[in-house]
């Protein structure tokens, strides 16, 4: 078996939908192995619009097969919207689409306590979508919660429910002094989501056996970005579990990977993007920072709510590709840069008098640290019709070179609009 691990290298909403879009006509199966419905692919096929937060992306094409990873953390109503809209396209997700049995379940307490949460921190909340994923993440880690197993055995699914509900009630009334949930209402809701559930759960591992077996292909999808990772983004403005492409082994069940062939992609934009609170040195609060939104359309997937956006962080990158063990780069977007007369990328940071050629694990330094700015000549051209690595501009490819030259891994694949078709393999 060959795999590709794909993972965003930046803050998450890199384009990794696209590229896994593309990449999965040549695969046998698609697996995505953590996060939650707090992140969206977009894919765009023709002119219609497909935005999948739990579902993996290869879901759109016909004869591949998609697994739900036992890292992942399942909401199953937002999982039966995105089964809706497949549906209702005509595209058949029966005996192609499976739920691990390990995959832990998110329910309504879930999102009510995140929200809670949030919203007690003030000035200094994370910036989470409240989508329930650090509290279902949090009942993983307190061995109290519900996998998917459990949520279709009903007399283990009542007693778990019943005894976090004590819990639950308690924080919601005594500490964030909010009402209380109705145990039989979320009982009720609980046995609601295993009917949704059942027709998808089933043992992956020896799934993904039988694949090796036969050599097949398979794509393994993350969410998010390393740069969110829970150990090694930037803490404690992180998701809760980890993007990076180490958490491929323990939230898909393939094991430490030791046969056939493994290409680890890592995908940034042109630039760089960031929804939520946390550090972000090459943020830009002005005009070029909201013309990179606009042309990008910098939007979440999942909230609507506006990116912020700056110049490409070569230091932050760099770390990501470390941490991930990259070996091959997708840049996307790149065809927002059209236009620019000059593009800056950082190269370096300045914090207190020194030079730091490394992201710091400090969260002060990594907000009150300068950039070092390499200013590369912009290119005049429409790059969204380019279709070989040779089409693009001169200063283009100039970009892209010292890109790969900064961080000693050659560039695969360049984006140059959302379609299927503006790909470029180099």
């Given at each position: 078996?060959?795999?590709?691990?794909v993972?965003?290298?930046?803050?998450g909403?890199?384009?990794k939908g696209?590229?896994?879009?593309?990449?999965?006509?040549?695969?046998?199966?698609v697996?995505?192995y953590?996060?939650?419905?707090?992140?969206?692919?977009?894919?765009y096929?023709?002119?219609?619009?497909?935005?999948?937060?739990l579902?993996?992306s290869?879901?759109?094409?016909?004869?591949?097969?998609?697994?739900?990873g036992?890292?992942?953390?399942?909401?199953?109503?937002?999982?039966?919207e995105e089964l809706d809209?497949?549906?209702?396209?005509?595209?058949?997700?029966?005996?192609?689409?499976?739920?691990?049995?390990?995959?832990?379940?998110?329910?309504?307490?879930?999102?009510?306590l995140?929200?809670?949460?949030e919203?007690?921190?003030?000035?200094?909340k994370?910036?989470?979508?409240?989508?329930?994923?650090?509290?279902?993440?949090?009942?993983?880690?307190s061995?109290?919660?519900?996998?998917?197993?459990d949520?279709?055995n009903?007399?283990?699914?009542?007693?778990?429910?019943l005894?976090?509900?004590?819990m639950?009630?308690?924080?919601?009334?005594s500490?964030?002094?909010e009402?209380?949930?109705?145990?039989?209402?979320?009982?009720?809701?609980?046995a609601?989501c295993?009917?949704?559930?059942?027709p998808y759960?089933?043992e992956?591992i020896?799934?993904?056996?039988?694949?090796?077996?036969?050599?097949?292909h398979?794509?393994?999808?993350?969410a998010?970005?390393?740069?969110?990772d829970?150990?090694y983004?930037?803490y404690?403005?992180v998701?809760?579990?980890?993007?990076?492409?180490g958490g491929t082994?323990?939230?898909?069940?393939?094991?430490v990977?030791?046969?056939?062939d493994?290409?680890?992609?890592?995908v940034?934009?042109?630039?760089?993007?960031?929804?939520?609170?946390?550090?972000?040195?090459?943020?830009?609060?002005?005009?070029?920072?909201?013309?990179?939104?606009?042309?990008?359309?910098?939007?979440?997937?999942?909230?609507?709510?506006?990116?912020?956006?700056?110049?490409?962080?070569?230091?932050?990158l760099?770390?990501?590709?470390?941490?991930?063990?990259?070996?091959?780069?997708?840049?996307?977007?790149?065809?927002?840069?059209?236009?620019?007369?000059?593009?800056?990328?950082?190269?370096?940071?300045?914090?207190k008098?020194?030079?730091?050629?490394?992201?710091?694990?400090?969260?002060?330094?990594?907000?009150?640290?300068?950039?070092?700015?390499?200013?590369f000549k912009?290119?005049q051209?429409?790059?969204?019709?380019?279709?070989?690595?040779?089409?693009?501009?001169d200063?283009?490819?100039?970009?892209?070179?010292?890109?790969?030259e900064?961080?000693g891994?050659?560039?695969?694949i360049v984006?140059?609009?959302?379609?299927?078709?503006?790909?470029?393999?180099?």
């Open positions: 078996m060959s795999v590709s691990i993972v965003g290298a930046q803050w909403d890199e384009g696209k590229i896994i879009d593309v990449l999965s006509e040549n695969a046998s199966a697996l995505r953590q996060g939650g419905a707090n992140a969206g692919h977009t894919v096929i023709g002119e219609q619009k497909y935005v999948l937060h579902i993996p290869g879901i759109l094409r016909p004869d591949v097969v998609c697994f739900i036992d890292g992942v953390v399942l909401d199953p109503i937002a999982y039966q809209v497949l549906h209702k396209a005509g595209i058949r997700t029966e005996g192609r689409l499976w739920v691990s049995p390990r995959t832990h379940i998110i329910l309504p307490y879930h999102k009510r995140d929200m809670c949460a919203k007690r921190k003030g000035k200094k994370i910036g989470t979508t409240g989508r329930g994923i650090g509290p279902a993440y949090m009942d993983k880690y061995r109290m919660g519900l996998r998917a197993i949520l279709l009903e007399p283990i699914r009542r007693e778990r429910i005894q976090n509900l004590e639950k009630n308690f924080l919601l009334t500490y964030y002094e009402t209380p949930l109705d145990p039989e209402d979320i009982l009720q809701q609980a609601a295993a009917d949704i559930l059942k759960v089933r992956t020896p799934d993904l056996a039988e694949m090796n077996a036969k050599g097949r398979l794509l393994i999808e993350g998010q970005g390393a740069m969110l829970i150990d983004g930037s404690p403005y998701t809760s579990s980890h993007p990076v492409a082994f323990t939230g898909s069940g393939l094991g990977y030791s046969g056939g493994m290409r680890l992609l890592g940034a934009k042109a630039y760089l993007t960031r929804v939520g609170n946390g550090p972000f040195p090459t943020e830009l609060d002005d005009e070029t920072g909201r013309m990179l939104r606009d042309r990008g359309n910098e939007y979440g997937a999942t909230t609507g709510r506006p990116r912020r956006c700056g110049w490409l962080d070569l230091v932050a760099k770390y990501s590709c470390l941490v991930n063990g990259l070996t091959h780069l997708a840049i996307t977007k790149l065809d927002v840069l059209d236009g620019f007369d000059t593009l800056n990328v950082a190269v370096a940071y300045q914090y008098g020194r030079r730091l050629d490394f992201f710091p694990a400090d969260l002060q330094a990594q907000e009150e640290v300068t950039p070092v700015y390499k200013s912009g290119w051209k429409d790059t969204s019709t380019c279709r070989e690595y040779d089409d693009l501009p200063a283009a490819r100039a970009y892209l070179a010292y890109i790969a900064f961080l891994i050659p560039v695969h984006s140059t609009g959302q379609r299927r078709d503006q790909i470029i393999f180099v």
